[in-house]
């Protein structure tokens, strides 16, 4: 087969992509095993299209991932044990529809934790323990969410101790986004240093990397590389894109206009901050032990239609055809 992503970065770290069912098969399938050599479930793995009713377990789409993975040697990366979203109203509420105890729920998400884990022990290697946890608002350290009114801000430390009861190999991590950004990085190793000082079994923290053309800087990304390292964690970027749009104008204008095309100056710049972020990633080789793309090319990425609807996105290092692009050709080259 044609060297891939993966060779060339192959005396660093695996290169992973995010997956879905319609990833499996045909020239996806074909091109998906060229580049990377580990996958991460896109959705399948999340706690509501696990457990959509409470002890019905829908294995499916996840049990087709692994299988796609292990016959082809690839890695895998678990997504996500415990998250505020994609996840099932069932697990707060009684038969009456009124909110759990705190020792009810603690026992629901242990119960799922472990069910998950235990199947695919062995299998997954590092799990994202809990997902996005810090709040936008700098007034919270967590954000306000069912988990912490009903279990409290130790629904964090709860869920890395069940996962790591569940399977004591398995590599666990606190995964967020935005966490190159200088006020989240702070607030991001507050929640890792508690952690770490009550000795919850932790063992590494996932930068999801949903990075745009505008932002980060080499600085940033090396001061937040530096400051979660600094911890004596592994460090996984677990969501990599590069969109075209800056995300702060996103969240103002909400439709798509006439400026919403692939200009020769985006990809250049496209191509610029993931030369930087690679060159950046080879750097910490000794503590950056994963990259993990969000989606596999531009034909289909999650930031289609987001934030704004009918606004195509070219996020990735390959095209609409799957052929490599000019970041693409930045990145191996080194
Ligand atoms: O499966 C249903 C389908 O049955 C239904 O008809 C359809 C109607 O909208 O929805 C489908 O579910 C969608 C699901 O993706 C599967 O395609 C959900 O609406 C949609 O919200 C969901 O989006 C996912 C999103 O997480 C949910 O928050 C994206 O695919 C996924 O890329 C995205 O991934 C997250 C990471 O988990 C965490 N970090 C941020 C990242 C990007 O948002």
Redesign the pocket.
Known sequence: PDKGLKDYYAAYFPIGV?V?PRSLDGEEAAFIQQHFNSVTA??AM?MG?LQPKEGVFNWELADDIVAFAASRGMRIRG??LC?H??VADWFFVDDEGQPVSREILLERLRTHIHTVMKRYKGKVYAWDVV??AIDDNPENLLRPSKWTAIIGEDFVEKAFEFAHEADPDAKLFY?D?NSERPEKVERIYTLLKRLKDKNVPIHGVGL?A?WSVFEPSEDQLRYALDRFSSLGLELHIT?LDVSVYPWEKERRSKRADESDVYTEAMQKAQAEKYAMAFRVFRDYRDVLTSVTF??ANDRYT?LDN?PVAGRKNHPSLFDTQRKPKRAYWRVVDF
């Open positions: 995010a879905n896109e959705n999340k299209p997504h996500a998250w979203q994609q997902n996005e995964n986004y999801q949903h969501e969000w989606n999650w987001y």
